[in-house]
């Protein structure tokens, strides 16, 4: 398993229009083969500040995800608009439950 996690920061002109669609996108990700979590939150509009989490079952899925229509059309259309980013891929041996549960 891997997750992809950090924040992104997005020119806050455009972040109501990315915020947007990312909500008409989330579904068909969430529906993705290897999709186990899918979560782009708005943090701070005023700053752009995009908070990033995601977990695939391997890296397989995340190329397949990673070259859906969808995405491309999104990535193109604001990459331009991108500030900063400090999102990264961490694998995962293993999980367990949270201490005490």
């Not at 190329?63 to 604001?78: C, E, S």
Request: net charge negative.
């Amino acid at each position: 398993m891997i997750f992809v996690a950090g924040t992104m920061t997005i020119n806050p002109a455009v972040i109501d229009a990315f915020a947007v669609d990312v909500a008409a996108m989330v579904d068909k990700v969430r529906a993705e083969a290897g999709c186990q979590h899918y979560s782009l939150l708005v943090e701070d509009a005023a700053a752009g500040l995009v908070n990033v989490h995601e977990q695939w079952a391997d890296d397989a899925a995340l190329v397949m995800h990673l070259q859906q229509p969808w995405i491309t059309a999104f990535f193109n259309r604001y990459s331009g608009e991108m500030r900063a980013s400090s999102v990264r891929i961490c694998d995962i041996a293993g999980e367990r439950p949270l201490p005490g549960m």
